[in-house]
Every structure is written in C-alpha cells, then in structure tokens.
C-alpha cells in the first residue's frame, strides 16, 4: 500500500503545459490534464490511492510498501527521470518524461532490464475530477481509454493488461536488454483518439530539447550545477503556448504539517512571474523574457488601473477559491484548496516587480515594444495617486491592511525604473513631477518605516515587527548595501527572525503583532528569505558568512535538486508547494552574486 512521500521524495516532469509529481517509489501521486491547472487525474498526493495515482516498479506483495528505488537521477540536464532499483532478482530502470509538444499532454514511461530477470507491475487508477470521479474505462481497437465528461486518458503499451478493482495492471518480467513502454496521453473526449504514441522516438526528441535549451545558458561558474537544474525547473513551470509562468505546479502543500496554511500556487502571480523573468534574463534566456512581456500585455490588456496579483496561465481574471471535502490532504493537512481568493488583493509591491522586470528586459536589449513602455507610464499614473495607500503586502495577508514597507519601497523602484526609461529617451513622461513623486515616497519609507532606536525598518509603518522582505532594499537601490539603517536591518532580522539552523522567517507568527496575516498556526522558515540573506551579506561585505548560508542552503534541495517553498526546522522537512519558483529564483540569483565576488570555496 504506498501512502504518499516526504515532499523532497519527489521529482518533477513536465512538458510546458502541465506537470507530474514522481515518488521515489515510482508513483505518480500528482498529474493534472491537460493544463497545470486542469483537474487532477492523479490526486493521491493530496489523499489515498483511492484518488488516483500510476505505480510503476518491481512487484510486491499487496501488503507490503512499494518498494522505493535505490537509486534517481535526471539524464544530464534534463527533465527526464531515471530511476534504478535493485531487487534480489536483479536490477531495473525506469524513464520516466514528458515530451515538449504541440498537441495533448503525454507521459511516458519506460522499463529497462539492466540485469536478471525482474517481475514488475504497472498499476494504474484514474480518477477525474481531484479523485472524486470514476471514468468509464473500456477498450477502443485495441486501446484502453478512460472518459469521464469533457476529458479522455489514452493508456497505450505492449504489455498486456488487465482490470481488477477499478484499477489497471500489467505484470510482465524484464531481462537485460527488454525495454517496454507505457504512455498515457489526454484528449478531450469529443475528438478522435490520439495519435498511438512513439515512446523510443518522444524520448530522442525530449533529450534533444532539453540539450539545445540548456545550451543557451550564459552561466559558467562554480554554482553551475545548482543553476541549470533551478532552470530548467523554471522553464518547466513555463507554460509554453501562452508564457505565462506558474509560481508551483500543486495545490496544498501545507506550509505546516497538519495545518491550514494550503494554497493553490498553479497561477501566475504578477511578482513570481516578474521575478522568474529576470533570472532567466540574466542568465541568457530571452525568447522566454519575449513570451512573457507578450503574455502580461494580454493579461493587463488596457487596464492597468484594476492590475490584479495574478492571473491563469492563459491571462484568466477569475480564479474563486474553493475546498474540496472529499480530499483530507497531505499528511492530513485540510482544507485542500483549488483557486486563489487572493487574486483580488491590493499589493503595491506588484506594480514595482512588473515594472523591474520590464526595465531589465530593455536594458538586455530585448526587442522595444511600444506598448509595453505605454504599460509601465500607466502604471506609474495608477501609483501617483495610490502609492501612500495600505494594501494587503507580499505575503498576502488576510488581516487588515497595513502601510506595509517593502509595499512603498517598490511602489518607488517602479517610479525610479521608469524615470530611467524615459531618461534614456525611450519613453515620454512628466521627468521633473516623476522625479518629486520618487523622493516623496523615498523621504515617506525613511520616516515612517524606520526605527530609530533599533535602527531597523520595520515591517509597516508604526509596527514594531520585522519582515524579510526588508532585505530586499539595499538589492532594490532604494539605499546602498553600506548605509547604517541598511545593517542595521540585516542584523535585527538575524537576530530576531532567524531560526537555530540559520534560516529566515518571513515574519513573526507570534508576538506583538501576532496575525498580522490573519491565519492559525506557524510556517517553516521561507527559503526565499534566506537566500535574500545571503545575498544581503555579500552585499555588505560578509563574503565568507553569505557563502556558508548559500551552501547550507543548497544543501535542502532534494537528491534531484529541486525546493518547496519553506524548510521546516522542527521536523527537518521541506513543506509548501513544490518544487517552488520563488525558490529557484533566488538560489540562482545568489549563486550570480557570489561568483562575482568571488565568494566560493573549491
């Protein structure tokens, strides 16, 4: 009986529509079709196997767990999984991948005997609908289909099959040199049956793109390893026909074991995307910087005034959140949640990440467009007349609003950035008003969101709590990395928001201010923080210390290298979605950081 993993058991594949998640044991416990935020067919990750999941790996008897491989790795730098058991019987491998494509989503999986003669078993339940729907599965020439309302699941292999309890097996015995593949392929049930798939040729094709696309990587230093994997996990959360960029593939992942704190993160939020968007231009890639400035020009169309957070992968404004009942959650963490209530928000940070990420789109010489320069003088005409505003902040609280700082501080990046374009005579605008409303805003953060007596900025104005997002004002230009308040601040959030093992809390969950965010119960500690902290450090001058941090940092990700959203200390576990963009992107910008300072051992 296999229950669902640690999150660090599992791997991510994809195809730049949509994601699965692969355990250790060889089950896809995660799939959702035919987008990333399609319903899931494989929910188990969320509940039982009653929900749906595709075991794949050598037999065992029904009451024992699956057995879990010895051995998983990517093939290179790609996103093709492999994975290796040895079984008294001899030693198996399993390909798992999903190959780039045009058409419908297809996952592929292929069984190689590497020596004896090993028993395996392919066990695969379908269940539409989050696991709250039974298809019917029948034959069609020869194929096994499952439809259940709009969609339709193609089972493809040579192996035989069988049904038993609303479930699909194979069993079948691999010898050195046998290999035999299994697809799954949706379609919505109204059209013709998919094209029979082409397993050996799919994964050819799959190896050859993954290949020509790290190739484009400008990234040569010590950290490479760690970066190219933090990218290709980024361009797998790319979703290719539109460019928008999802922030995780999975819903509900608790940010604390047994707790309420579970989102649905299958969305492009405005800041993630922005944020994602720069790593990969500095690190070379800019057809996706292209697709992504097309997606938001769609998505904000020619009202920027009602900008919201986020938005679906296809620039969706509707994103109700809802619970589903029937599913207990992982590890039995409820409410399991799919939409995003939050997407109506006010978060004046939005509009300065949006308009960063379109001024280093132009600095790195991406082709000029009109209307993206037209976009971000709108933007900047919404904040002049609500920048001094509380809003809801970062991290999406579900208090009351507050005069967040980090708010006001990128509500000034998104007027300092645009003052720049037009400075450099690419873009019209009211220069010398620009120029007051940006000291205005600067002279108002000073005053209102410091502590004197701490010297420390403070999460809101007139609080006393800190917030990680603090860190981000020496990275932002707001003050240089060598002014007094900037240590300062360092410090007091090392001191006071700093777990035993060195990492960083976003913000108190206790204290003075205890629910500022509105929410029961605590959080891990949010690894983009501490990547901030790293980088903080190296800004200052603390080389030595920001390497270690990024090192035992680097030293969370899972076997494959992939990242959650937080680290929980207590029990030593990385929880949150997963893997996490706001993750990968700060470990990679890090890792830029400290190669050129020079700040790396070996």
Request: proline letters at 6%; aromatic letters at 10%.
């Amino acid at each position: 009986m296999h229950v669902a993993g640690r999150i660090e058991d599992y791997a991510l594949i994809g195809d730049m529509q949509t994601a699965a998640l692969v355990c250790r044991d060889g089950t896809v416990d995660w799939l959702c079709l035919p987008r990333f935020d399609s319903h899931a067919v494989f929910a188990g990750l969320l509940g039982t196997e009653e929900h749906g999941f595709w075991r794949l790996g050598p037999a065992h008897s029904a009451d024992a767990e699956p057995p879990r491989a010895a051995r998983r790795t990517y093939r290179g730098d790609s996103l093709i999984l492999e994975s290796e058991w040895d079984t008294p019987r001899g030693t198996v491998r399993v390909t798992d991948f999903m190959p780039p494509r045009d058409g419908a989503p297809q996952l592929v999986r292929i069984v190689e005997g590497i020596s004896g003669r090993v028993p395996m078993r392919s066990a695969l339940r379908m269940r539409f609908s989050y696991g709250r729907v039974v298809p019917w599965v029948h034959k069609h020439e020869g194929r096994t289909v499952a439809v259940a309302g709009p969609d339709s699941v193609w089972f493809d292999t040579t192996a035989e099959t069988y049904g038993k309890a609303l479930t699909t097996y194979a069993d079948f015995t691999v010898a050195p040199g046998d290999r035999i593949a299994f697809t799954i392929s949706w379609q919505p049930s109204h059209k013709e049956p998919p094209a029979e798939p082409e397993p050996e040729q799919a994964l050819e094709a799959t190896e050859e793109f993954w290949r020509e696309w790290v190739e484009q990587c400008t990234y040569h230093g010590p950290y490479r390893e760690a970066v190219v994997r933090s990218l290709i996990t980024l361009k797998a959360l790319t979703y290719a026909p539109t460019g928008g960029i999802v922030a995780a593939p999975t819903t509900s992942l608790p940010e604390e074991i047994g707790g309420v704190r579970n989102w649905d993160y299958r969305y492009t939020w405005l800041r993630d995307a922005a944020i994602t968007l720069s790593s990969l231009l500095r690190t070379g890639y800019r057809e996706e910087a292209r697709a992504w400035r097309e997606w938001l020009l769609r998505a904000v169309a020619g009202d920027p005034e009602s900008l919201q957070i986020m938005y679906g992968i296809a620039g969706e404004r509707e994103l109700g959140e809802a619970e589903l009942d029937w599913l207990p959650g992982y590890e039995n963490s409820a409410p399991v949640r799919v939409g995003n209530g939050a997407a109506h928000q006010l978060q004046l940070d939005v509009y300065g990440e949006v308009t960063e990420a379109l001024h280093l789109a132009h600095m790195t010489g991406l082709a000029r467009n009109d209307y993206a320069s037209l976009l971000q003088l709108k933007l900047i005409r919404y904040l002049e007349n609500h920048w001094d505003e509380p809003d809801e902040g970062i991290w999406e609280v579900r208090g009351p609003r507050r005069h967040f700082v980090h708010s006001k501080v990128m509500a000034w990046v998104a007027v300092d950035r645009t003052i720049k374009l037009i400075e450099s005579g690419d873009a019209d605008g009211p220069l010398e008003k620009w120029r007051e409303l940006r000291d205005d805003i600067h002279r108002d953060v000073c005053e209102k969101g410091y502590d004197k007596e701490r010297n420390t900025f403070t999460q809101s104005y007139g609080s006393k709590e800190l917030d990680a997002s603090l860190l981000l004002i020496p990275q932002m230009g707001f003050l240089p990395p060598d002014d007094k308040r900037v240590i300062g601040t360092i410090e007091a959030i090392q001191r006071e928001l700093s777990t035993t093992d060195g990492f960083i809390l976003r913000y108190p969950t206790a204290g003075e201010d205890a629910g500022v965010d509105g929410l029961e119960g605590d959080e891990g500690a949010f690894l983009a923080c501490s990547f901030w902290m790293a980088d903080d450090l190296a800004m200052i001058g603390r080389v030595d210390e920001a390497r270690k941090l990024f090192e035992k940092l680097l030293a969370l990700r899972n076997d494959l290298g992939l990242l959650a959203e937080e680290w929980d200390p207590r029990l030593k576990r990385q929880v949150g979605n997963f893997p996490q963009a706001f993750s990968h992107v700060p470990l990679i910008d890090t890792a830029l950081r400290l190669t050129a300072s020079g700040a790396y051992g070996g």
